[in-house]
Structures are given as structure tokens and as C-alpha cells.
T-cell receptor, first 114, second 114 residues
Framework: KAGVTQTPRYLIKTRGQQVTLSCSPI?????VSWYQQTPGQGLQFLFE???????NKGNFPGRFSGRQFSNSRSEMNVSTLELGDSALYLC?????????????FGPGTRLTVL | GENVEQHPSTLSVQEGDSAVIKCTYS??????FPWYKQELGKRPQLIID?????GEKKDQRIAVTLNKTAKHFSLHITETQPEDSAVYFC?????????????FGGGTRVLVKP
């Protein structure tokens, strides 16, 4: 099976702009979770989507949003970018139904905000 | 919400020695505890996990122990090799309350010296 893929791999934006990141899960997986990884804050949960519905949300401002399509691909959007949004954004896919439900991470999108 | 603390933040060991990483969690309802390894520039990869109804699990040179009463769990790597050098993250989740949300520890950078 192909692994989790994310596009683009690298992005450079300026403050105030918005950005959309994409995640394609492993075939058959219906859950996609998003995480932000920074040197200072580590790995922090953003949200999880399962069958096109947001199932859980972390403690991030409303500028961070996401969605999931019927083919389980997911996108996350960050509006009005701030310098502090510079990070590696990782998505992870899983079946969404098993317990335990192993999460498989994608390679990440490195976002730099100037 | 859940809080996971991980110690030490860095660990240097001689090849062949053992490495131990410890994590504590705050939510007694957490019931799933995975460990991820992240090599430089790579995605986090699951190396072992444990459920709350199990006290210990082993996979070749890697073992994890869980003490639910004390709310802590540990990763043990025996006979360390240079390829074990990476950052290791522990995580905790409460599947019933929070779906696939993983709360991560701050990470431990392990360096295995030849």
C-alpha cells in the first residue's frame, strides 16, 4: 500500500496570507489527523476528521481549519498567517474504527512564514 | 485536558548499552500509549504501543512498561545501535473521549555513540 502523502512539501508565505495544505491517507483509511510540530511546542494536535466530519479539535485559533472529502483526502487551511505559524505540519491517517488505531504519519509540509 | 511529560530531553549512550525514556500522563482515563521514532528530516514512525490493560510489551530490543496507578510508562531499548539515534516521542490518548487525538511528550533526543 502506498503511504500517507502530503503536498506541497515546502511552502514559503508572508504574514497575512493564507495557505492550504493537502493530505492523502493510506487507501482504506477514513481518519485523518493533523499535527503541528515546532521546536518549542513539540507535536500538537490540531484536529481529526473521520468520514468527512470533524471528530475532535485541539486548542488552536479559528484561523486553523480543515475539511475532509468523500475520498478521505483532507486539507487544512491557515488564514491570516503569523510568524509563529512557521512549523512542520504533519498529517496522520488511520482506519478510524479499530482499537488501538495506529496512526501513520505523512512526510509533512514545512511552512515558513516571513 | 491530557498532559504528557517526557524525560530526559536528551540521552547519550554508548553503543551496546541500554536506553530508558520515561513519560508521565495526567488523565487517568487515557488507555493507549504509542511510542514514535523520528529520524532527522523524516516522519514519525510507530515503534511500539501498549494498551492500558497490559503492563508490559516487548518487541525484539524494544520494550514498553506501563504503571497505571502511577500514571507513567517507559520505553526501554537494549543493545543500542547507531541506527537507534533519533528523537523518540511518547504519546497518550483516550479513545472513547477524544478519538484519535494523541497528546505527545516533548521528545527525547537519543544519541548512540559508536
Amino acid at each position: 500500500k502506498a503511504g500517507v502523502t502530503q503536498t506541497p512539501r515546502y511552502l514559503i508565505k508572508t504574514r497575512g496570507q493564507q495557505v492550504t495544505l493537502s493530505c492523502s491517507p493510506i487507501s482504506g483509511h477514513r481518519s485523518v489527523s493533523w499535527y503541528q510540530q515546532t521546536p518549542g511546542q513539540g507535536l500538537q494536535f490540531l484536529f481529526e476528521y473521520f468520514s468527512e466530519t470533524q471528530r475532535n479539535k485541539g486548542n488552536f485559533p479559528g484561523r486553523f481549519s480543515g475539511r475532509q472529502f468523500s475520498n478521505s483526502r483532507s486539507e487544512m487551511n491557515v488564514s491570516t498567517l503569523e510568524l509563529g505559524d512557521s512549523a512542520l505540519y504533519l498529517c496522520a491517517s488511520s482506519t478510524g474504527t479499530r482499537y488501538p488505531d495506529t496512526q501513520y504519519f505523512g512526510p509533512g509540509t514545512r511552512l515558513t512564514v516571513l | 485536558g491530557e498532559n504528557v511529560e517526557q524525560h530526559p530531553s536528551t540521552l547519550s549512550v554508548q553503543e551496546g548499552d541500554s536506553a530508558v525514556i520515561k513519560c508521565t500522563y495526567s488523565d487517568s482515563a487515557s488507555n493507549y500509549f504509542p511510542w514514535y521514532k523520528q529520524e532527522l528530516g523524516k516522519r514519525p514512525q510507530l515503534i511500539i504501543d501498549i494498551r492500558s490493560n497490559v503492563g508490559e510489551k516487548k518487541d525484539q530490543r524494544i520494550a514498553v512498561t506501563l504503571n497505571k496507578t502511577a500514571k507513567h510508562f517507559s520505553l526501554h531499548i537494549t543493545e543500542t545501535q547507531p541506527e537507534d539515534s533519533a528523537v523518540y516521542f511518547c504519546a497518550a490518548s483516550n479513545r472513547e473521549a477524544a478519538g484519535n487525538k494523541l497528546t505527545f511528550g516533548g521528545g527525547t533526543r537519543v544519541l548512540v555513540k559508536p
